[in-house]
């Protein structure tokens, strides 16, 4: 027993006590000095009963001798407490060898109690716990889970080349810093870049290259690559197969012979090269060169490693690129039950067996299942970028797109682009990009139709009544389901139908990056908007600046989303103010905080989605889902003697059920009479429901004889 830093503790000791008479023993106890509390001891004999107690508060108290005469045997138990503590007693058991006569004559049992100051450790705290200021998770009842592709679209800025710095008369101040698909950065060459842009550590390959390790000036005007001078249509068949077979084992592909095709070092980058090229023969490769085009290694829409062989360019061609990065998010919407595809009827009392087959048994119809918008497999995210790049009006803005993304390792898993478009740039008209977008969002939604109608339709649920089919092998048993029809004069018909689900698609754009690029891949040079000064430095001639500058930046404020208005908030100018003497820094970003809503209905929860809606709209998606539902045929197969049997049962268990219920309406009767002690009611109760006698009958039984034979028993 103890209080919150206090423990109490007891001992006891047995003593002779020559002031005690012949055959007694005496008691004594001894509380803490200055302890208010009452303290108290119960004694009890060895067979369990109470023969005194005891108090005593603030000193020791005596008992007044006691015999033995309620204490036989060799033993006794003392309790001991103190008043209103709220605890158990705490027993103490005294057990002797002797009797108690014997060994506690003239003996004296003191107790003592003693309390202490301790130091009290709080309880171990529980490794999971509430917070008590929290505040409950709401459950909400619909937050659905989007599916999301990235992509890209490059919208060229057709731009006079004589604006453009060449190798001979450019007047680059500073090479702009590099900047991958996702937004690492290589290095830092001037102070505005270094502010806005704080320098990220790589984890990757390098997008262009490497200042440190190579070459780093930059590709200006129409300057041919030194790689690219070279003949590709003069090489010999044994050069170009002897350079692809090295490619093939080592990973190094020779520049002279496959330009601007770099893959990465790492074991993973190797043995996916060997995947991919391990269908391409040394034979295509050497006509397909040898025919003036090259080949080009890139990663799909699902991070896969794809080869394509592209025309090289007739001369270099100077541009301006806005590099838009767009996301395809498809939101799940309504879900409701579509198309029938069973119907069956059983005939009054007829049993069957029916057995549910869905497209997911099989991995074949899983992957001619799938689709973009609800799954994100990789065969699904091929086709997907196949149906795209088939939308796309013009082949040769396809190939320069693939040339500017052809450097596959830089781009990890991220797409080379869904599609390209070129807009004059210098007539001073701004948002002439609006047009290319619209393009661009119709062929993309025509795709996204086109890989949903495809899903869809090889979506298949069959439900089987024939008993004698065998189960086919897949990855999972089908469902199957016992049915019976209990009316007996009228069909039970089904109808299953599939369910299907709503997807919204939205294609929104959520980044743009401005790039140079004069047709060769090793000319590629992307930024960020806050860079946009460094490239121009780079890459215009100085007194070109300002109408390039307000060329992009009026492209920029003239995005219009997919209802039409201009959306100006998408891409904002800043200024970073420093010391009094440092002058004040003004740059272009895309506003973070950017966002779009779509209500795909009056009804419908709107969708937010971070950057500006280009193009929304709705799709339907068979799913695996089957509902059911029942009803009886108007027709009645039964004659009129059937149908009077069928009447007069069902009005033999209406009497029946009427009889049963009388019966408990007299017992709760009987229990109400007792309830409320209701005498002459139960008289006349005991009158009209008078008890029945309970006669035992016993029609025979065996009783025994004093010779051990039977005899039959009488009736009573």
């Known amino acids: 027993m103890s209080d919150p830093g206090q423990a109490t503790f007891v001992s006891y000791t047995v003593e ?88 506690l004559d003239q003996q004296r049992i003191r107790i003592s109690w003693s309390a202490r100051t301790v130091a009290v450790s709080e309880p171990p705290r529980p490794l999971v716990q509430l917070d008590p200021g929290g505040s409950p998770v709401v459950l909400s009842y619909d937050i659905p889970e989007p599916t999301s592709y990235r992509g890209r679209q490059i919208v060229e800025m057709d731009f006079p080349v004589e604006w453009f710095a060449s190798q001979t008369t450019g007047t680059s101040k500073s090479t702009p810093t590099p900047t991958s698909a996702g937004g690492g950065q290589k290095q830092q060459h001037a102070v505005r870049a270094s502010v806005i842009m704080p320098s990220q550590p790589r984890l990757g390959p390098l997008s262009s290259p490497s200042p440190i390790y190579a070459d780093d000036a930059p590709v200006l005007g129409t300057t041919v690559p030194t790689e690219r001078t070279s003949d590709s249509t003069k090489l010999s068949d044994q050069a170009i197969t002897a350079a ?171 797409s080379w682009g869904w599609g390209s478009a070129s807009v004059q740039a210098s007539g001073g008209v701004s948002g002439a990009s609006n047009a290319t977008r619209e393009e661009f969002a119709k062929n993309l939604t025509n795709a996204v139709a086109q890989n949903a109608a495809r899903a869809s339709s090889r979506r298949d649920v069959e439900i089987d009544t024939s008993l004698d089919t065998k189960l086919e092998a897949g990855e999972e048993e089908a469902v199957e389901r016992d049915l019976e029809n209990i009316n007996v004069s009228r069909t039970l018909n089904f109808v299953f139908r599939q369910m299907n689900q709503e997807f919204v698609s939205v294609l929104h754009l959520v980044d743009v990056r401005v790039a140079y690029f004069n047709g ?162 139960a008289k006349l109760y005991q009158q009209l429901f008078p008890t029945v006698p309970i006669i035992n009958q016993i029609e025979q039984a065996a009783i025994g004889t004093p010779n051990g034979q039977t005899q039959p028993a009488t009736r009573s």
């Open 16 to 103: 002779p006590d020559s002031t005690l008479p012949k055959n007694t023993f005496g008691l004594s106890v001894t509380a803490p000095a200055g302890d208010s509390r009452t303290f108290t001891c119960e004694v009890f004999n060895e067979a369990g009963e109470r023969v005194w107690d005891m108090t005593t508060q603030g000193g020791t108290t005596d008992s007044s001798p006691y015999d033995f005469t309620s204490f036989a045997g060799h033993s006794l138990t003392l309790r001991l407490n103190y008043k209103d503590s709220g605890r158990e007693s705490v027993g103490i058991p005294l057990a002797f060898t002797q009797d108690l006569s014997a060994a």
């Open 520 to 681: 060769y891949g090793e000319s590629r040079m992307e930024v960020p908007l806050p860079q946009l000064e460094d490239l121009l430095d780079t890459y215009i001639v100085s007194e070109r600046h300002d109408a390039v500058r307000d060329a992009i930046v009026g492209e920029l404020q003239a995005i219009t989303d997919y209802r039409g208005q201009e959306r100006t908030d998408f891409v904002q100018s800043r200024t970073l103010t420093g010391e009094d003497d440092q002058q004040p820094i003004t740059y272009l970003r895309v506003n973070p905080d950017a966002v779009s809503m779509y209500r795909p209905g009056p009804d419908a929860a709107p969708i937010n989605v971070p950057g500006v809606i280009v193009a929304a709209e709705s799709h339907v998606m068979r799913t695996d889902g089957v509902v059911v539902d029942t009803f009886l045929g108007l027709g009645n197969a039964l004659d009129d003697y059937s149908t009077g049997l069928q009447t007069e049962t069902v009005r033999a268990e209406q009497i029946e059920n009427g009889r049963r219920q009388a019966e408990l309406d007299r017992l709760q009767l009987a229990m109400q009479l007792i309830r409320d002690k209701n005498t002459d009611g």
């Open 244 to 414: 692809y077979e090295k490619a093939k084992a080592t990973g190094y592909f020779d520049p002279k012979i496959f330009p601007g095709v770099r893959v990465g070092d790492d074991q993973a980058s190797l043995l996916a090269l060997r995947e991919v090229l391990d269908g391409l023969d040394a034979e295509t490769v050497v006509t397909q060169i040898q025919a003036g085009k090259r080949l080009a290694l890139y990663r799909d829409t699902s991070g896969r490693l794809s080869y394509r062989f592209i025309a090289e360019p007739l001369r270099g061609a100077p541009s301006l690129l806005l590099v838009e990065y767009y996301r395809l998010s498809s939101f799940p919407a309504r879900y409701g039950a579509g198309r029938t595809i069973k119907t069956f009827s059983l005939l009054p009392g007829e049993k069957t067996r029916i057995r549910v087959n869905t497209y997911k048994r099989s991995s074949q119809t899983v992957a001619q299942s799938s689709s973009i918008l609800d799954s994100t497999s990789q065969d699904t995210e091929s086709e997907f970028e196949r149906s795209v790049l088939a939308e796309q009006s013009s082949q040769d803005a396809s190939s320069r797109s693939l040339e500017y993304y052809a450097e596959a390792q830089a781009e990890g898993k991220a």
